[in-house]
Structure formats: C-alpha cells, structure tokens
C-alpha cells in the first residue's frame, strides 16, 4: 500500500498571501496524483488531476508540481474561500486508492 | 447537471446492516468506475471500494478494512450505485460519499455526492 503524507497539518496564511502544500508517496506514483479541497460540511471537490491540471472550473491560482514521490498544491493569492482542508491522492498503484491525512489551511 | 445523491444512512447497531444508494444523472453513468469514500467524524477521507463499468465488467476491489463485509453493485439502467454494508462496526460510522471515477485509466474522483451519514452504535 502507498503510504501518502502531507505537510505541515495545519498551515496559517494571511488573505493575499501565497500558501504552499506538501504531499509525498511512500514510493514512486509518477503523475497519478490529485488534489481535493473540502469546506466544513461540504463534499470533496477535485482541484487537481495528473499532478498539475486543474480541474473544470478551478481557478489558476491553484496549481500543483512534481511528480515521483513529492508534490506541491500551490495557491498563489489567497481568497477567503480558500480556507479549507486540502487533501493529496494517488491512483498510480491500486488498490487500495490512498489519500493523505489532510492540510488544514487557516486564516492568519 | 451533473450530479450524484446518496440515500439509506442512519443509526444501525453493531452487527447490522445497511444498504446504501447512490442516484447519479446528468452523465453517462455506465461509462464510469464508480468509488465509494468515507470520513470518519473529524477525520479524514478514506476509500471503501470501487465497481468497474460494463466494459471491465463490473469488477470490484475494496479496501481491506471493508472486505468480506461491504459489497458494492450497480445498476445501469437505474443510474445508481449500492453500498450493502453488513456485519457493522463502530469504527464503520462516518459520511459515505459516491464518487465518480473521471476516466477509466486514471483514477481520480471528479464529482462526488453530498454524502449520507452513518453511525453505528447501540
């Protein structure tokens, strides 16, 4: 099973700022990676697929690097609505299909 | 729209069973892998298992915690999506979320429903 691992759990960032997202794979997913972000109370929503394409809809200040075992979720300028947990995935090697534990990003 | 709608969740004692539905539109519902996900109260997500389409013929996988228990079906004609969930546990509480595969070679989950919950408890 791939072990996914985000860092750091809880990250503080000021509205306007940037905030970056870690995610790493036990071993190699090449670019079988996706990006969720979940609002309190709310379904996952798909941010990122393969890695570095966004989804339909989302915003380019979203964007998402790396491939192998680290990956990055970038958010360039911050919106209020971008508080969130945000959540990594791997589909290189299932099953099982595996996320990593979250990131909380919160108002500084 | 696009759009999945889970139903059946509720209160159920441990060693029951439940069965959970999952009404999909605004697609080709039989072209897709379907993924069930859960996220235990204050947790995070967690995949259940998932059905193929008519294509790969309707296999299946689940995760380990759930095999043996849980059974995912699908009926294309009906554009829906089933959880049976039987022997329960406590640790099985938690919102049960549908989710469409977006393609058949790649894995990733780009339309989910709003989630149905379910507690186990007695």
């Known amino acids: 099973e791939i072990v996914m691992t985000q860092s750091p759990a809880t990250l503080s960032v000021s509205p306007g700022e940037r905030a970056t997202l870690s995610c790493r794979a036990s071993?190699?997913?090449?670019?079988?990676l996706a990006w969720y972000q979940q609002k309190p109370g709310q379904a996952p929503r798909l941010l990122i697929y393969?890695?570095?394409t966004r989804a339909t809809g989302i915003p380019a200040r979203f964007s998402g690097s790396g491939s192998g075992t680290e990956f990055t979720l970038t958010i360039s300028s911050l919106q209020s609505e971008d508080f969130a947990v945000y959540y990594c995935?791997?589909?290189?090697?299932?099953?099982?299909?595996?996320f990593g534990q979250g990131t909380r990003l919160e108002i500084k | 729209e696009v759009q999945l709608v889970e139903s059946g969740g509720g209160l159920v004692q441990p060693g029951g069973s439940l069965r959970l539905s999952c009404a999909a539109s605004g697609f080709t519902f039989s072209d897709h892998y379907m993924d069930w996900v859960r996220q235990a109260p204050g947790k995070g997500l967690e995949w259940v298992g998932l059905t193929r389409n008519k294509a790969n013929t309707y296999t299946t996988e689940y995760a380990a915690s759930v095999k043996g228990r849980f059974t995912i079906s699908r009926d294309d004609s009906k554009n829906s999506l089933y959880l049976q969930m039987n022997s329960l546990k406590t640790e099985d509480t938690a919102v049960y979320y549908c989710?469409?595969?977006?393609?058949?070679?790649?894995?990733?989950?780009?339309?989910w429903g709003k989630g149905t919950t379910v507690t186990v408890s007695s």
């Open positions: 995935q791997q589909y290189d090697n299932w099953p099982p299909i595996t």
């Open positions: 393969g890695a570095s």
């Open positions: 071993q190699s997913v090449s670019s079988n």
């Open positions: 989710a469409r595969v977006g393609s058949s070679s790649s894995h990733y989950m780009d339309v």
